[in-house]
């Protein structure tokens, strides 16, 4: 068959079942069986052998029972690094680089700031992080074993210098740092039913659901930042004036909420009393 005529037939398929970027995510699909980019897929023409044309099936099967298109291809990029990813972690999300470039931001001027990630999951946020500011000392804490094998697999993977410690919350780490980061679980249990089906059959429920890592996150913090330090926090669609309230009551200064592209409150962040 030609790329065209599998495209057409990948396309049906996602489309039946539900998938809401059909057509993308063939492409992303077929591109992956054939071992080459989206951009040479099409350039390559007509070549696709029986071989090529059944791993395309197979993947296009995965995807039309809603597996994030992210597990099926196994890796996933966020930021310049393309990290690996499987059903232990959570895919990384766009709204999460808006999270690293605010802590970008919040590290400026300071040439080997220490950063402490809580629930570091794939290692997204703490590698992005070293790998754009190189002076960073970056330490990351999980709470689940399978989470923090597949952040110990991109750590080797992108080569960058990033610190993993097993543990709860802050695993016993005093500090002081120049910046706490987190994307903690934020889904109310009562709202899983309400996610795709991406989300809600796929991804780690330790990952998503919510049992108050936000509120213990940004109470414990505040003795282990340095004066000035930040906190800087991924929060759930219409939580941000809840969790910026939350941060001002218990001290912190400079109280900022962040905007995703789509105008939405997404990362609120403060800074620990001089
Ligand atoms: C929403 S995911 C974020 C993963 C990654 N930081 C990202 O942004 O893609 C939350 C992560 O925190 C971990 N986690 C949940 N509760 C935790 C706790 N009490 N202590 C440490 N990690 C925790 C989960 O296992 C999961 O990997």
């Given amino acids: 068959m030609t790329v065209r005529d599998l495209l057409v037939a990948g396309t049906d398929e996602l489309s039946r079942a539900g998938v809401p970027s059909p057509r993308v995510d063939a492409e992303w699909l077929l591109a992956h069986a054939l071992g080459v980019t989206r951009t040479e897929m099409y350039a390559d023409g007509d070549g696709t052998g029986p071989e090529q044309e059944q791993v395309f099936r197979e993947l296009v099967a995965r995807r039309a029972k809603r597996e994030p298109l992210a597990y099926v291809l196994g890796e ?3 930021r310049r690094l393309t990290l690996t990813v499987d059903p232990r972690v959570l895919v990384p999300r766009p709204e999460t680089e808006m999270l690293v470039e605010r802590c970008l931001e919040l590290l400026a001027g300071l040439d080997e700031p220490h950063v402490l990630d809580v629930g570091v999951g794939s290692g997204a946020i703490a590698l992005a992080i070293n790998d754009e500011h190189k002076g960073a000392r970056v330490v990351a804490t999980e709470s689940s074993p399978d989470a923090l094998a597949v952040a110990v697999a991109n750590v080797e993977r992108t080569g960058l210098d990033v610190e993993l410690v097993y543990g709860e919350l802050f695993a016993g780490l005093e500090g002081p740092f120049d910046l706490v980061v987190s994307n903690p679980p934020y889904v109310a249990p009562e709202e899983i039913g309400d996610l795709a089906p991406e989300v809600a059959e796929h991804e780690p429920r330790a990952a998503l659901i919510e049992s108050g890592q936000t509120a213990a ?6 003795s ?6 930040a906190l800087a926090l991924e929060v759930a669609d219409g939580k941000a004036q809840q969790v910026a309230e939350l941060l001002r009551g218990l001290g912190y200064e400079e109280v900022t909420i962040g905007e995703d592209l789509g105008g939405r409150e997404r990362v609120v962040d403060g800074r620990a009393p001089r």
Avoid at 217 to 222: K, M
Avoid at 224 to 229: C, D, F, K, N, V
């Fill in 76 to 78: 996933w990029g966020f």
């Fill in 217 to 222: 996150i940004a109470g414990q913090a505040l």
């Fill in 224 to 229: 282990r930042l340095a004066p000035g330090g």
